[in-house]
Antibody, heavy 117, light 111 residues
Framework: EVQLLESGGGLVQPGGSLRLSCAASGFTFKTNGMSWVRQAPGKGLEWVSTISATGAVTYYADSMKGRFIISRDNSKNTLFVQMNSLRAEDTAIYYC??????????WGQGTMVTVSS | QSALNQPASVSGSPGQSITISCTGTSSDIGTYNLVSWYQQHPGKAPKLIISDVNKRPSGVSNRFSGSKSGNTASLTISGLQAEDEADYYCCSYGGSDTFVSFGGGTKLTVL
């Protein structure tokens, strides 16, 4: 069964950092681009970042550039995002998603990140 | 403000057809045939229902169809069923600088 399982969410103070992980199974992780997409409470979907299959190429939404770093460990079938200088507006459910062409064909269940003092 | 514009809500009766529009620009929808649509039920993760403008993934009902004209993409759901009540999001590739953008989402109510 194809599966993505996020972890690492929680409560963090403004200005703090958090690292999310996404464990992949059921498909050949190392041959697929991967992404993070987030959804603030009661709001729509927002693309966060994408990394190529090898990890050589990364993309970020403007509001995340310089603060978030996406990475992957193909030997462990795991995707990461390091989130720094967190703000209240970063509060959201963070989903990892498998990329097929430029569509997100497999999604995890999400992990909640709350930025609050 | 989302890069792609969708109506906030649409509604229809069981058995009817509805269409959700998604308006972008010549830099995204107008240039690339890389529009996707997602269905999201409350408390659940999004699900891909259309990719590459009009391709249905395996297992997705053929009641869902996609199209594009100029800078506007559309999702049509025919033979509405109660289970179709959900939020729907469009998404388009916009080149290597933008990568992808989502629409603001459309809430479908089945009357």
């Amino acid at each position: 069964e194809v599966q993505l399982l996020e972890s690492g969410g929680g409560l963090v103070q403004p200005g703090g950092s958090l690292r999310l992980s996404c464990a992949a199974s059921g498909f050949t992780f190392k041959t697929n681009g991967m992404s993070w997409v987030r959804q603030a409470p009661g709001k729509g979907l927002e693309w966060v970042s994408t990394i190529s299959a090898t990890g050589a190429v990364t993309y970020y939404a403007d509001s995340m550039k310089g603060r978030f770093i996406i990475s992957r460990d193909n030997s462990k079938n795991t995707l990461f995002v390091q989130m720094n200088s967190l703000r209240a507006e970063d509060t959201a459910i963070y989903y990892c998603a498998k990329l097929q062409s430029k569509a997100f064909d497999i999604w995890g269940q999400g992990t909640m990140v709350t930025v609050s003092s | 403000q989302s890069a792609l514009n969708q109506p906030a809500s649409v509604s229809g009766s069981p058995g009817q057809s509805i269409t959700i529009s998604c308006t972008g620009t010549s830099s995204d929808i107008g240039t690339y045939n890389l529009v996707s649509w997602y269905q999201q039920h409350p408390g659940k993760a999004p699900k891909l229902i259309i990719s590459d403008v009009n391709k249905r993934p395996s297992g997705v009902s053929n009641r869902f169809s996609g199209s594009k004209s100029g800078n506007t993409a559309s999702l049509t759901i025919s033979g509405l069923q109660a289970e179709d009540e959900a939020d729907y999001y469009c998404c388009s590739y916009g080149g290597s600088d933008t990568f992808v953008s989502f629409g603001g989402g459309t809430k479908l109510t089945v009357l």
